[in-house]
């Protein structure tokens, strides 16, 4: 397998505009997550999806962010508009809970840079 | 919500000695503890776990130990090497609405020195 896919691997952009991350999650893993990592917060998780469906949104930052996952195969992260604090390296992973494992299994992250 | 704290944030040793790095948890309902490595440019990759009924767990030249009243648990590597040095994150799990919600550590970035 290939893992978890993520693109671009790295985006800069200047504030105010749209950006729109990308991830394949693992073939077969039902579950899937968006964590933001940077120094000051450390890894966060954002949103996690299980069967495509939103689940818990708690830690996404505020309305510029949005997720979706319209099949098992895919799903985006859109910051609209973005902002220099937004400036981090976001993570998706996936998982397979059901089964009865936690892991979660990262992809290689984007690194976001906001000018 | 959880929250977990994690020490040292940095951490150098020789090459061969044995490296610690411990975390405190704040729910007593977390009920699984993974441990990641996170090597430069790369994601977090899971390297060891334990559940809330077990006390140690080993794997080679890494254990790790969980202590539930104090909500203390530890990483231990022994005979270090290079290979080794990244940044490790401990983590605290628990059920939340029907999924397992983890909370990470601040992480440990950890060099060992040939």
């Known amino acids: 397998d290939a893992g978890v896919i993520q693109s671009p691997r790295h985006e800069v952009t200047e504030m105010g505009q749209e950006v729109t991350l990308r991830c394949k999650p693992i073939?077969?893993?039902?579950?899937l997550f968006w964590y933001r990592q940077t120094m000051m917060r450390g890894l966060e998780l954002l949103i996690y999806f299980n069967n495509n469906v939103p689940i818990d949104d708690s830690g996404m930052p505020e309305d510029r962010f949005s997720a979706k996952m319209p099949n098992a195969s895919f799903s985006t992260l859109k910051i609209q508009p973005s902002e220099p604090r937004d400036s981090a390296v976001y993570f998706c992973a996936s998982s397979w809970f059901e089964r009865g494992s936690y892991e979660q299994y990262f992809g290689p992250g984007t690194r976001l840079t906001v000018t | 919500g959880e929250n977990v704290e994690q020490h040292p944030s940095t951490l150098s040793v020789q090459e061969g000695d044995s490296a610690v790095i411990k975390c405190t948890y704040s729910?007593?309902?977390?009920?699984?503890f993974p441990w990641y490595k996170q090597e430069l440019g790369k994601g977090p990759q899971l390297i060891i776990d334990i559940r809330s009924n077990v006390g140690e767990k080993k794997d080679q030249r890494i254990a790790v130990t969980l202590n539930k009243t104090a909500k203390h648990f530890s990483l231990h590597i022994t005979e270090t090497q290079p290979e080794d040095s990244a940044v490790y994150f401990c983590?605290?799990?628990?059920?939340?609405?029907?999924?397992?919600?983890?909370?990470f550590g601040t992480g440990t970035k950890l060099q060992v020195i040939p």
């Open positions: 073939s077969g893993h039902n579950s």
């Open positions: 983590a605290a799990s628990l059920n939340s609405g029907g999924y397992q919600k983890v909370t």
């Open positions: 729910d007593s309902a977390s009920n699984y």
